[in-house]
């Protein structure tokens, strides 16, 4: 099995930024892609940005020029800096890996989600 631990969300004012992270853990054999998802409530969970093992990123157009995604390979971590938070920002961020356990099958992962609030 593979685990992911979130981290970083919180209040922030509008204009302000934060930054979150996931760490996977567990017995790994490859993570093909990381990704970060959003849902706001009565809303459905949506793709914010995505990296895969090569480097190759893809946002959301609501989010481009605004979030970056980066990986710290060695450690297992994907990291989303959110520049110019809005307050249709607000939402539980939710970290995915798509990831292959050791002697497991492929599948996507989930972590327990942490919150975003942009609010004054």
């Known amino acids: 099995q593979v685990q992911l631990v979130e981290s970083g969300g919180g209040l922030v004012q509008p204009g302000g930024s934060l930054r979150l992270s996931c760490t996977a853990s567990?017995?790994?054999?490859?993570?093909?892609?990381m990704g970060w998802y959003r849902q706001a409530p009565g809303k459905q969970r949506e793709l914010v940005a995505s990296?895969?093992?090569?480097?190759?990123?893809n946002y959301a157009d609501s989010v481009k020029g605004r979030f970056t995604i980066s990986r710290d390979y060695a450690k297992n971590t994907v990291f989303l800096r959110m520049n110019s938070l809005k307050p249709e920002d607000t939402a539980d961020y939710y970290c995915?890996?798509?990831?292959?356990?050791?002697?497991?099958?492929?599948?996507?992962?989930w972590g327990q989600g942490t919150q975003v609030t942009v609010s004054s």
């Open positions: 995915n890996a798509d990831s292959q356990p050791d002697r497991g099958t492929r599948n996507h992962y």
């Open positions: 567990g017995r790994i054999f490859m993570i093909y892609a």
């Open positions: 990296i895969t093992s090569s480097g190759m990123t």
